[in-house]
């Protein structure tokens, strides 16, 4: 059974840096594109940052572009998504998810294996 694990997520304060991972298993990691996702309180959800399967494309939200960066190691099976300079309005759940197609993809309904989320919260 295909399973997603986040890790990282946590208290900071802005201005601050958080490394988020996401552990993957029971499935070809390197075959499929991974993203990640978030929703703050009270809102809905949001694409954050993809990357393509072996890494080499990315494509990133306008609101954290330069801020965030995602990356993969295929030989552990896990993304990560670095989060620098940190703002209050970063304070979301974050997901991590498996897309069923190669290259970036932004929409979520293009990913079909989700990982259980892990919280940030960025203090001002």
């Known amino acids: 059974q295909v399973q997603l694990v986040e890790s990282g997520g946590g208290l900071v304060q802005a201005g601050g840096s958080l490394r988020l991972s996401c552990a993957a298993s029971?499935?070809?990691?390197?075959?499929?594109?991974m993203g990640w996702f978030r929703q703050p309180p009270g809102k809905g959800q949001e694409f954050v940052a993809t990357?393509?399967?072996?890494?080499?494309?990315?494509l990133y939200a306008d609101s954290v572009k330069d801020r965030f960066t995602i990356s993969r190691d295929n030989a552990v099976n896990t993304v990560y998504l670095q989060m620098n300079s940190l703002k209050p309005e970063d304070t979301a759940d974050y997901y991590c998810?498996?897309?069923?197609?190669?290259?970036?993809?932004?929409?979520?309904?293009?990913?079909?294996?989700w990982g259980q989320g892990t919280q940030v919260t960025v203090s001002s």
């Open positions: 990357i393509s399967r072996r890494g080499g494309s990315t």
């Open positions: 029971g499935r070809t990691f390197s075959s499929y594109a």
């Open positions: 998810a498996s897309s069923r197609f190669e290259g970036t993809v932004y929409s979520a309904d293009e990913y079909d294996v």
